[in-house]
Nanobody, 125 residues
Framework: EVQLVESGGGSVQSGGSLRLSCAAS????????MGWFRQAPGQVREGVAG???????LYATSVKGRFTISSDYGNNSLYLQMNSLKPVNSAMYFC???????????????????WGPGTQVTVSS
């Protein structure tokens, strides 16, 4: 059974940083593209960052230059470093895996088969 468990969320002031982690079990990191998504209340879940097995990355325009996605085969984990956070970045953040492609990153939520329960990020002004 595949399990993805996010951690590292919390409350931070505008301009601060957080590092999200996603620990995978029943699924091996770097056997398919993985990604981070977020969903604010009343809004559609949107892609934030994606990574493939060759470390090719893809970012939503709004986070480019501030967020960095990475994966670690040894720890079987996915990470999202978020810097210069803004109040509009407040949302539940989800880890996703199993997109079916190893060498193409994706921000399309319909391509992912496995999801974690999410971790809340709240940025105050």
């Amino acid at each position: 059974e595949v399990q993805l468990v996010e951690s590292g969320g919390g409350s931070v002031q505008s301009g601060g940083s957080l590092r999200l982690s996603c620990a995978a079990s029943g699924y091996t990191v770097r056997t398919g593209c993985m990604g981070w998504f977020r969903q604010a209340p009343g809004q559609v879940r949107e892609g934030v960052a994606g990574i493939d097995d060759d470390d090719n990355t893809l970012y939503a325009t709004s986070v480019k230059g501030r967020f960095t996605i990475s994966s670690d085969y040894g720890n079987n984990s996915l990470y999202l470093q978020m810097n210069s956070l803004k109040p509009v970045n407040s949302a539940m953040y989800f880890c996703a895996a199993g997109c079916g492609s190893r060498f193409r990153s994706s921000l399309d939520r319909l391509e992912y088969h496995y999801w974690g329960p999410g971790t809340q990020v709240t940025v105050s002004s």
